[in-house]
């Protein structure tokens, strides 16, 4: 027999007191399958994890602690901290997500860098093309190059070439 | 008899098939493939016993899908 917990809403947790044993109602859409499995993984020592889809949209976890004697105050705590751990992994997989290219790009260039400096062949290879690049700020300009003193123009308007007063 | 009904898109067959290998001398198992659910049958002596299995099974076919399908990052 099914009972809700005190404080939870009935339609995502229900406690079968009797088994030991509580079922989490949890939106695939909400959390990923892949946070679902993290969380399960981190309970599979201390409960009997069983998952179940009654439903296209809905995942049902059943929790049944190890340790004989779960009354009410326990498994609230096991839903609770299923709870937290699910949303600390679909939290997770939504980071790695977002920061996916950036971490490709550190990993690609580390394992790039590992590799050595190049090789003969890989110069020989290289295109050292003349093909200029965008440098509006003059980045890539030295400082003699970007400082230099202009030549002053003479009286009739034409610059010194060497540049004199 | 203790009836384990796990569901095809949660869970691998290759799983599930490792599990019953790893307890096959704890009970007797059937096996049987439904469209949507493995479904795995314990049986026992003990009723106790059978129930123990069934959820061990249950747990260590879970771990190893979630490992399989690479689920923790």
Not at chain 1, 41 to 47: A, I, S
Not at chain 1, 86 to 95: D, K, P
Not at chain 2, 38 to 54: D, F, G, L, M, P
Request: a negative charge; aromatic letters at 8%.
């Amino acid at each position: 027999m099914t009972t809700p917990l005190e404080g939870i809403p009935a339609e995502l947790v229900t406690a079968e007191l009797g088994a030991g044993s509580v079922h989490l109602r949890v939106d695939s859409q909400l959390y990923p399958l892949g946070a679902i499995y993290a969380a399960a993984y981190v309970f599979l020592d201390r409960c009997f994890v069983l998952l179940d889809r009654p439903d296209e949209r809905n995942i049902r976890v059943t929790l049944a602690p190890k340790k004989a004697g779960a009354d009410e105050t326990i498994l609230r705590t096991f839903v609770g901290e299923f709870s937290n751990e699910l949303l600390s992994a679909a939290w997770r997989r939504q980071i790695a997500q977002d920061n996916r290219a950036v971490i490709e790009m550190v990993t690609s260039q580390a394992i790039s860098a590992a590799m050595g400096p190049p090789s003969l062949d890989d110069l020989a290879s290289f295109d050292f093309g003349d093909e200029s690049f965008e440098d509006p700020l003059g980045i890539a300009m030295s400082w003699e190059e970007k400082y230099k003193k202009k030549d002053k123009p003479d009286a009739d308007g034409t610059p010194d070439p060497e540049g004199k007063p | 008899m203790t009836e384990l009904r796990l569901h095809r898109e949660l869970y691998a067959g290759t799983a599930v098939d490792a599990a019953v290998k790893v307890y096959a001398r704890f009970a007797a198992f059937e096996l049987v493939e439904e469209a949507s659910h493995w479904i795995v049958r314990v049986s026992s002596k003990n009723a106790a016993r059978e129930t123990q299995v069934a959820r061990e099974l249950a747990n260590y076919a879970l771990g190893t899908t979630i490992r399989e399908r690479g689920g923790v990052q």
